[in-house]
C-alpha cells in the first residue's frame, strides 16, 4: 500500500497530491493504530497488580505482532498490532490478551464482510469483483476474491437449509407479517416468488420466521409453510398477523391459525387505490387517504374513509371500492397499543428489506436456480434482521399475549373491558 508521508515532515504540494481515498485510509491506519495502542495499555494498567512469587509483573507488553492488512470501510490498511504476554492462570486456564478491536486473524471488518453479500445480490458476478473491489477498497484488498464469493454462497446455502429444519418448539410470536417477494431472477419457468414471514417475540424482538418458494402466493403455497412450521413446534397463533390483501395467505390462515386476527397492509391498500385514479387527482387522494391511515381512533379513520368516499365515489367507483373491501381488517390495528400502530400499519419489515435491493437478473449462463435465488433471500433478511430494533413500547407486547383489551390504543380496566364487549354484542 502507498503511505502517505507524515504531514510535519511532508510539503503540503506532496499531501495536496495525495487522493482523497489514500487519505482515507492513512487516517484508518492512524485511528486504528492509537485505538489498538489505548487497548492494550488499559489491559495491561487493569492488571499492573497482578504479580507472581517473586514481584514480577505477570501481564506486560510484549512488542509487535507481524504486520498485517486489515480490509476496512477506508480500503485495505496495513496494522501492526501491539502484543500483550500475559502469563495469569486462572481456574487453570493460561489467560490470553484478545483484542476486540483487531480479533486474531480477522482480515476484514464485519461492516466490509456485509458489503459482500450485499454486491453479489445486487447482481455482481463473482467474476466481476476481481475488477470492481480494488476500485472500492484499494489494491490490496485483503480477503477479497471471486472465490471467496464462491465459499460465502456455498456457506449461505447451508445456512439456509439449516434455517429451514430448525426446531420451533416453545417459540411464541405475537405479531407476524406476511408478504410474497417477487424478483425479476431469470428462471426456467416463472419469476421467483418468495413467501416471507416475520414475527415479534413477546420481548418485542424481531426475527424472520420463515423463507420459501411460493407460487403466485397462493392459497396453497402459504398453507404449505405454515403446516411445516407447526409441525416444527409453532403450535401457537400469533395474535394478529400483517399482509397484503391480494396475498392467498389470509386463505391459508385461517385453517392453521383459526383464532389469529387480520391486518391489511395500508401501504398495498393505498397504491391499489391511487392505481384506480388520474394523476392529477392522486395527491389530493393521497393526502385523504393519510388522514385515515394516521387518524388517532377508528372512528376518525372510518370519517376519513368516507370522506374520500363521498369526493371519489361518483366518477372513480373502482377506487373508492378497493377502498372499501374488507375494511374492518384495515382497521384492525386500532384494538392494539398505539405504540405499536407504527408497525402493524404495513408489511414494512418485510418492504423496506427489500425496497432497494433485488435478486440477480443477470446470470452467468443458462436459467437461474430457485434454491440459489432463495438462499440469497434469505441471507439478505438475515443480515437485515441484526439492525432491526425491538418495537416501540416492548413491554406492551406481553400484554398483548396476555389478552390484555385496547381500544384505540388505550389499555381498558377491567370495567371498561366489560362495557366495550357488551357494546361489541
Given at each position: 500500500m502507498d503511505s502517505i508521508p507524515d504531514s510535519s515532515k511532508t510539503p503540503a504540494a506532496e499531501l495536496v497530491r495525495a487522493s482523497l481515498d489514500e487519505l482515507a485510509r492513512e487516517g484508518a491506519r492512524r485511528l486504528i493504530a492509537a485505538a489498538l495502542e489505548a487497548e492494550v495499555a488499559d489491559y495491561v494498567a487493569r492488571l499492573r497488580g497482578e504479580r507472581d512469587a517473586d514481584g514480577r509483573a505477570l501481564v506486560v507488553r510484549n512488542g509487535r505482532a507481524r504486520p498485517r492488512t486489515v480490509t476496512v470501510g477506508a480500503g485495505a490498511v496495513e496494522v501492526t498490532a501491539p502484543r500483550v504476554n500475559d502469563e495469569r492462570v486462572v481456574d487453570g486456564q493460561r489467560q490470553r490478551f484478545?483484542?476486540?478491536?483487531?480479533?486474531?486473524?480477522?482480515?476484514?471488518?464485519?461492516?466490509?464482510?456485509?458489503?459482500l453479500?450485499?454486491?453479489?445480490?445486487?447482481?455482481?458476478?463473482?467474476?466481476?469483483?476481481?475488477?470492481?473491489?480494488?476500485?472500492?477498497?484499494?489494491?490490496?484488498?485483503?480477503?477479497?476474491?471471486?472465490?471467496?464469493?464462491?465459499?460465502?454462497?456455498?456457506a449461505w446455502?447451508?445456512?439456509?437449509?439449516?434455517?429451514?429444519?430448525?426446531?420451533?418448539?416453545?417459540?411464541?410470536?405475537?405479531y407476524v407479517w406476511a408478504d410474497g417477494v417477487h424478483f425479476n431472477i431469470?428462471?426456467?419457468?416463472?419469476?421467483?416468488?418468495?413467501?416471507?414471514?416475520?414475527?415479534?417475540?413477546?420481548?418485542?424482538?424481531?426475527?424472520?420466521?420463515?423463507?420459501?418458494?411460493?407460487?403466485?402466493?397462493s392459497k396453497e403455497s402459504w398453507a404449505t409453510v405454515l403446516r411445516d412450521l407447526a409441525a416444527r413446534g409453532?403450535?401457537?397463533?400469533?395474535?394478529?398477523?400483517?399482509?397484503?390483501?391480494?396475498?392467498?395467505?389470509?386463505?391459508?390462515?385461517?385453517?392453521?391459525?383459526?383464532?389469529?386476527?387480520?391486518?391489511?397492509?395500508w401501504v398495498h391498500r393505498l397504491v391499489n387505490v391511487l392505481d384506480k385514479?388520474?394523476?392529477?387527482?392522486?395527491?389530493?387522494?393521497?393526502r385523504l387517504l393519510h388522514e385515515a391511515m394516521y387518524a388517532e381512533s377508528r372512528a376518525a379513520a372510518e370519517k376519513a374513509i368516507a370522506a374520500f368516499s363521498a369526493e371519489f365515489g361518483?366518477?372513480?367507483?373502482?377506487?373508492?371500492?378497493?377502498?372499501?373491501?374488507?375494511?374492518?381488517?384495515?382497521?384492525?390495528?386500532?384494538?392494539?397499543?398505539?405504540?405499536?400502530?407504527?408497525?402493524?400499519r404495513t408489511t414494512n419489515p418485510i418492504d423496506s428489506t427489500f425496497a432497494t435491493v433485488r435478486l440477480r437478473e443477470r446470470v452467468t449462463k443458462g436459467a437461474g436456480s430457485r434454491a440459489a435465488g432463495l438462499t440469497m433471500a434469505d441471507k439478505l433478511l438475515t443480515m437485515a434482521q441484526r439492525r432491526w430494533r425491538r418495537l416501540n413500547a416492548a413491554p406492551l407486547v406481553a400484554q398483548v399475549r396476555a389478552g390484555v383489551t385496547f381500544r384505540d390504543g388505550v389499555r381498558l380496566e377491567r370495567e371498561e373491558v366489560t362495557d366495550h364487549r357488551q357494546a361489541a354484542a
Open positions: 484478545a483484542s476486540r478491536i483487531l480479533p486474531p486473524y480477522a482480515r476484514r471488518s464485519p461492516n466490509v464482510a456485509e458489503v453479500p450485499l454486491l453479489y445480490l445486487h447482481g455482481l458476478s463473482t467474476g466481476d469483483f476481481q475488477a470492481v473491489l480494488p476500485t472500492l477498497l484499494g489494491e490490496d484488498a485483503a480477503g477479497l476474491s471471486p472465490s471467496t464469493i464462491t465459499r460465502l454462497t456455498q446455502a447451508e445456512e439456509y437449509a439449516a434455517f429451514r429444519k430448525r426446531d420451533r418448539s416453545g417459540v411464541d410470536y405475537v431469470r428462471l426456467e419457468e416463472d419469476r421467483l416468488c418468495t413467501l416471507v414471514l416475520v414475527g415479534a417475540r413477546p420481548d418485542g424482538t424481531k426475527e424472520v420466521i420463515a423463507v420459501e418458494d411460493g407460487y403466485r402466493e409453532d403450535a401457537r397463533a400469533p395474535v394478529l398477523a400483517v399482509g397484503d390483501q391480494a396475498s392467498g395467505f389470509w386463505a391459508a390462515l385461517g385453517g392453521v391459525w383459526p383464532t389469529t386476527l387480520v391486518q391489511t397492509c385514479l388520474p394523476d392529477r387527482l392522486r395527491p389530493r387522494a393521497r361518483a366518477k372513480y367507483p373502482k377506487a373508492v371500492d378497493s377502498l372499501n373491501h374488507n375494511q374492518d381488517r384495515l382497521l384492525t390495528y386500532f384494538g392494539f397499543p398505539a405504540e405499536h400502530w407504527a408497525h402493524l
